[in-house]
Antibody, heavy 125, light 108 residues
Framework: EVQLVESGGGLVQPGGSLRLSCAAS????????MNWVRQAPGKGLEWVSY????????YYADSVKGRFTISRDNAKNSLYLQMNSLRDEDTAVYYC??????????????????WGQGTLVTVSS | SYELTQPPSVSVSPGQTARITCSGD??????AYWYQQKPGQAPVLVIY???ERPSGIPERFSGSSSGTTVTLTISGVQAEDEADYYCQSADSSGTSWVFGGGTKLTVL
């Protein structure tokens, strides 16, 4: 069974940092691109960041560019999101989500299936 | 920034057909995807590449595309289909991905 389990969320003050993790199992993690998607309380979904299987291709939403860093460790079947300079508006449930395997075609195929259960990040003083 | 537009809400009676639309300028060139999200749960993919249905998704869920609008159709709506539905696609560069604002489907 494919499974994604996020961890690392919590309460942090504005300007602070937090590192989220996503543990993957049930599939060949090193073959798949991955994403982070977030959802503010009572709001819709927002794509945050994408990383290819080899980490060679990375994209960020404008709202987090320069503050968040996505990374992965294929030996540990793990995905990470380092979040710095956190703002009130970063408060959300953060989901990791698998993307399809990318064979180098353009445009990059990207959809989200499956998703983890999410981890809540609260930025507040 | 690129936007996808969905109606905030759609209401139907059980057994009827629900149609949820999603509009965006890049949709003629980019595939659309649809997700179902029930309260307190993570989203689930119900349609990919405009009209393909993942394994395990009931046949009553279908997708279509016409110009700048894509449509999720749920035929013979059941009470369990009550949820929020989000469309998703890429912008014209293909390197930024966006969601529509979501549509709350109410089964009367």
């Amino acid at each position: 069974e494919v499974q994604l389990v996020e961890s690392g969320g919590g309460l942090v003050q504005p300007g602070g940092s937090l590192r989220l993790s996503c543990a993957a199992s049930g599939f060949t993690f090193s073959s798949y691109s991955m994403n982070w998607v977030r959802q503010a309380p009572g709001k819709g979904l927002e794509w945050v960041s994408y990383i290819s299987s080899s980490s060679s291709t990375i994209y960020y939403a404008d709202s987090v560019k320069g503050r968040f860093t996505i990374s992965r460790d294929n030996a540990k079947n793990s995905l990470y999101l380092q979040m710095n300079s956190l703002r009130d508006e970063d408060t959300a449930v953060y989901y990791c989500a698998r993307a399809p395997i990318w064979f180098g075609e353009s445009p990059i195929p990207n959809w989200f299936d499956p998703w983890g259960q999410g981890t809540l990040v609260t930025v507040s003083s | 920034s690129y936007e996808l537009t969905q109606p905030p809400s759609v209401s139907v009676s059980p057994g009827q057909t629900a149609r949820i639309t999603c509009s965006g300028d890049a949709l003629p060139k980019q595939y659309a995807y649809w997700y179902q999200q029930k309260p307190g749960q993570a989203p689930v993919l119900v349609i990919y590449k405009d009209s393909e249905r993942p394994s395990g998704i009931p046949e009553r869920f279908s997708g279509s595309s016409s110009g700048t609008t894509v449509t999720l159709t749920i035929s013979g709506v059941q009470a369990e289909d009550e949820a929020d539905y989000y469309c998703q696609s890429a912008d014209s560069s293909g390197t930024s991905w966006v969601f529509g604002g979501g549509t709350k489907l109410t089964v009367l």
